[in-house]
């Protein structure tokens, strides 16, 4: 059975304090206006407990927008990698984000390994915690987001006003917790308060559901490449790739080189591209092989729905409803789409 | 191209300020400088030649003599490259294209307006070829000395083909539609770093629209923010004036 331990919210100032002095440490905070996000944590700032959703999405500690990947000398004719691997920790990770990261996890791993990604990864702590609120663009719930039981180091709980269960995934995990000095064991009591609290998000997160099995999607999509639903909502699509980059399972990016104005040294940095834009499939002789709006939408809920599940048996949606939001547009909810389609599709398993 | 390429700068109607943002560069402007030789370029210096081989342009077209002016700039010019927003996309001098000739001549010449003919405001595109744009309202001073590198190595410049939007999230900004607000940066090309919305502000459109703009879309979303049509008009002929954008 997990090792759980019950922690007051009274020992988190001291806990953060030691931790932020070997870790960059982020937890969820406001960002103003009703937006929350992951924030470097410093004396005093308050943590939102009660956020529906992080703004950006926690890729971007794993696989920065912009990274450096080599740096060149052209006079020297030499070229190094570059590996940076902040120690870094990610408090307050919602379960469908960890379930983000745990797919991460395994693309980058998969083909030839990632190893600047994997080299991140290694130096990241990951404090998930249950959700008290759910955006109102969010889905996770019927998607298989709700529960995720590994890729933790410490999963937090809030079981009282005051109070939390949390349960280690990782030694690293324990030794930090350990920060705190003596650790309590959790009672069977705290360890159904979390049960109870987590069945209270999935809950929340309901009103927003599939009107299927999540598992059906790549058959729904299977049926569905010659769907007019593709065109209704693809004459609005701005190309402008939001959807793409505010995702946290989308992974891709472009290399790029850039050489200082002498031409003598220079470097090799990727960037975050999307499949949105009109350029990405763009490929040498000026073919484009997703040269319209509605092939490069349908392809997006291709990727969502059967590619990656292809893959790892998992869709490449946890249901963050990030891209809903991002969509200035209003055409990027996987969620409407994927309902739609199904209907359409005759509600058929 | 010979070692030494003569470059000349030329301004028409506009601010300078992209000679200004240019003359900033100090030293990256020195090492660049090193692989050309300048016969006319006023932020610099005072000297003046008529000789060149790679002319920057910056200002829009507004008068009827501008354009024979031009015309033989592009004739000497081996590559003539426009620069800044007014010279590339005719900027917020087109927002004279929107009024009433005779109220917009007495505002800027007062009672002498009659000796002063003038005609619609346009990028340089709309008289002569341009061989290369490097665009914004001012040009961002890094893209300058890459697109000029890019000249001088005879490759073709390239500027971003993808929206605004892209380096905004990159960027993390939380996106003003989300904050009930309009902005640009959905039809807009990119470069710029979104620098007008991590500042606080919204994109105003100044690089240009991106290749395959999607104009009837961008309009219902602006439409949809719940601003009324003048506003949404006025945005989109702040620097868009010469584009589609507007109709
Ligand atoms: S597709 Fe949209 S809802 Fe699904 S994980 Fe990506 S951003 Fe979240
Ligand atoms: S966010 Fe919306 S408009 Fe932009 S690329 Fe995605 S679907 Fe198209
Ligand atoms: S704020 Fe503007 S540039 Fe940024 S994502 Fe929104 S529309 Fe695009
Ligand atoms: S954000 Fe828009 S207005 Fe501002 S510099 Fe960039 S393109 Fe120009």
Redesign the interface.
């Given at each position: 059975m997990t090792t759980t331990y019950t922690v007051f919210q009274e020992q988190l100032p001291d806990l953060f304090r030691k931790w932020s002095q070997e870790y960059a440490l982020y937890v969820p905070a406001s960002a103003g206006g009703g937006f929350f996000d992951l924030k470097p944590w410093r004396e005093g700032l308050e943590v939102a407990w009660e956020y529906d959703v992080a703004y950006n999405p926690p890729k971007r500690f794993l696989l920065p927008p912009r990274e450096t990947l080599v740096r060149y000398d052209l006079r020297k004719y030499t070229a190094e990698p570059v590996f940076e691997a902040p120690k870094q920790i990610l408090f307050g990770l919602h379960p469908y984000d960890l379930k983000a990261v745990n797919q991460l996890d395994q693309l980058m791993e998969g083909g030839s390994p990632d190893q600047n990604y994997l080299r991140r990864r290694e130096a990241t702590v990951i404090m998930a915690l249950d959700p008290l609120t759910v955006s109102p663009t969010a889905f996770w719930s019927s998607i298989g987001g709700d529960h995720v039981n590994h890729g933790f180091d410490l999963y937090w709980t809030k079981i009282g006003p005051a109070s939390f269960l949390v349960a280690v995934g990782s030694p690293r995990g324990e030794e930090l917790l350990r920060a705190a000095g003596e650790l309590l064991p959790a009672t069977a009591a705290d360890r159904e308060a979390a049960r109870r609290a987590k069945l209270r998000a999935h809950a929340l997160a309901r009103s927003n559901s599939l009107k299927y099995n999540w598992e059906e999607t790549p058959r729904v999509l299977g049926r569905s490449w010659d769907s007019p639903v593709w065109r209704k909502y693809a004459v609005m699509c701005l190309a402008c790739g939001s959807c793409n980059l505010v995702c946290p399972t989308c992974y891709c990016f472009d290399i790029r080189e850039e050489a200082d104005d002498r031409l003598e040294q220079g470097e090799r940095f990727r960037q975050w591209d999307g499949c949105m834009l009109e350029s990405f499939a763009l490929v040498a002789g000026n073919h484009n092989f997703r040269p319209k709006a509605l092939d490069r939408y349908r392809h997006r809920y291709f990727r969502k729905g059967k590619y990656i599940y292809d893959k790892i048996g998992e869709l490449g949606c946890v249901g963050c409803g990030r891209c809903v939001r991002a969509c200035t547009a209003g055409i990027a909810n996987p969620l409407t789409v994927f309902n739609e389609l199904w209907e359409e599709s005759g509600n058929e398993y | 191209m010979t070692a030494k390429p003569k470059i000349a700068f030329f301004d028409f109607a506009g601010c300078e300020g992209d000679q200004l943002q240019v003359a900033n560069l100090e030293e990256?402007l020195l090492?660049?400088l090193g692989h050309v030789e300048v016969v006319n370029f006023r932020e610099v210096a005072t000297r003046s030649g008529q000789d060149y081989d790679i002319a920057f342009v910056e200002g829009s077209v507004t008068r009827p003599a501008d354009e024979e002016r031009l015309r033989q700039i592009r004739a000497q010019a081996k590559v003539l490259v426009a620069l800044g927003a007014c010279a590339c996309i005719g900027g917020v001098n087109c927002l004279k294209n929107f009024m009433s000739e005779n109220v917009y001549r007495e505002e800027v010449y007062g009672p002498s307006a009659r000796w002063y003919p003038t005609a619609p405001a346009r990028p340089l595109k709309a008289v002569v070829k341009v061989d290369a744009e490097v665009p914004g309202c001012p040009v961002d001073a890094a893209e300058f000395?890459?697109v000029v590198?890019e000249v001088l190595l005879g490759k073709a410049p390239w500027l971003p083909?993808?929206?605004v939007?892209?380096e905004c999230?990159?960027?993390?900004n939380?996106?003003r539609?989300?904050?009930g607000r309009m902005c640009l940066?959905?039809?807009t090309r990119a470069g710029c770093g979104a620098c007008c919305v991590t500042e606080g502000a919204h994109c105003w459109g100044c690089r240009g629209l991106v290749?395959?703009?999607?104009l009837?879309?961008?309009r219902?979303?602006l439409d949809?923010t719940g601003q009324d049509r003048k506003a949404v008009q006025d945005l989109l002929r702040f620097y868009l004036g010469d584009t589609a954008a507007t109709l």
């Open positions: - | 990256r090492d660049i000395a890459r590198k083909d993808w929206p939007c892209v999230k990159l960027a993390g939380i996106c539609f989300e904050m940066g959905i039809i290749p395959g703009a999607n009837d879309s961008a219902i979303v949809r």
